[in-house]
């Protein structure tokens, strides 16, 4: 084939592709900045070339990564950013970021993105309610930190007093929010939640639709740090012109809130109107005796919906599930369960192969209550029947793993890793991206 269909091919591939791609010279200066990257920092194709033909790049976003890998020659792989791009929209990518060599000489770098908006915005959505009211009857925390959570709320609650709730996304913060709705004295007729992390036009437009209604409404704002300061004052200004309806007001954070004034992400008068009261809900790691709780409440959920005869755990995964750190807290835990349900039929506990691939790399490394080192190369003994997988998913995961960990060996270092293993710099990186793509496609199934 010809060198000049290669090359038409070649761009169309890169034109085409879903991936965002992004390449530079060693000198940083852009090479490549495909359709889907255009796309997702909100730049159209005209925009694009004019600034191109001006040489302003101005794409720091992705230039900071590329230039830590020209800098290093060390690949970035799997890195989670969120930024508004121009057309003030809120994006998330997972990248891939690598170095590039031209018989054996360092000529630049590339980044492959992969946008993932909308499976982050899957992870911000709450506990699943199983159309019945979040009271805080049926929240299942044991916990004393909890039990002192619910108390502070109730006492909102009686109050009516505009309150601030402080913590991790997935603690279950919004059952929280609805506890206090339900637990109100004079009942209120609507609980209305505005998502922040949205398009703030559309929440300023949510608040100033139903402040004015003559019915009493509980607001929810949800990680209310999202909004800019100017909508937070306009938020204030609306809350100090309703004081004849008989509203409540409930906003969320992700950090201190002292914090975020400092940084300038909370506006202070909006931080007055919750001086009163915070409550700060703590993450999972921090009251794990709240995991079964909640695990043996999702099966007695299961039995009921779907007739299983599952009652819990094995000892081994209960150990895994209290030792593990659950960085997603309660609604990480729901998506492990959700996908260990979709396995279950005449079993009575779940075993340790039940669990989700995903699942079983986060775990490798822990510590059970014996001192037992949890590796992950536990994954690949074979006790019995039920251990036993298709021959080509076993030796994907073998290889994935011991990819994985000889590139820890060698700090990520592409080129002594393929050394060592004995491969082509070029094939190392392939299986590198097929093993990234996996898990992000399973990433994916899994929201």
Known sequence: ???????????????????????????????????????????SDEEFEKRRALEIVGFNMEKGGLLRVLQDERSILNEKKTFWNEKGQEVTLISNIYPLYSQEELVGAVEFARDITQQEFMMYQPLRRYNEPLTFEIITAVSAVMKKVIEKAKVVAYSRMPVILVGESGTGIDMIA???????????DMFVTLICRRDEKTVLNQLEKYVVEKQNITFFAERIEYLSMEAQEKIVKLLETSTEHHHVFIASVGEDPID?????????????????????????????????????????????????????????????????????????????????????????????????????????????????EMTQSDIFVVMNKNDLRPLDVYMSEVEDYYISRALDLFEGNVSKTASALGIRRQSLQYRIKKYTESKIATYEREE
């Open 178 to 188: 609805e506890g206090i709705h339900h637990e109100l004295k004079e009942k209120n």
């Open 260 to 372: 975020l004034i400092q940084k300038g992400q909370l506006s202070k008068k909006l931080y007055r109107l919750f001086s009163d009261i915070s409550i700060y809900v703590p993450a999972l790691r921090n009251r794990k005796e709240d995991i079964m709780p909640f695990v043996e409440d999702y099966f007695k959920r299961h039995r009921e919906s779907y007739g299983s005869v599952i009652k819990g755990l094995a000892d081994d995964v209960k150990d895994i599930f209290l030792n593990y750190n659950w960085p997603g807290n309660l609604k990480e835990l729901e998506v492990v369960l959700d996908d260990i349900s979709s396995l279950i039929t005449n079993e009575i506990f779940v075993e340790a192969h039940m669990l989700p691939a995903h699942f079983k790399w986060k775990i490798q490394n822990i510590e059970s209550p014996k001192n037992e």
């Open 1 to 43: 084939m010809q060198h000049d269909t290669l090359l038409d091919i070649y761009k169309f591939i890169v034109e085409k592709g879903d991936n965002g791609i992004c390449v530079v010279d060693t000198t940083g200066k852009l090479i490549i900045y495909n359709k889907k990257m255009r796309e997702l920092q909100g730049i």
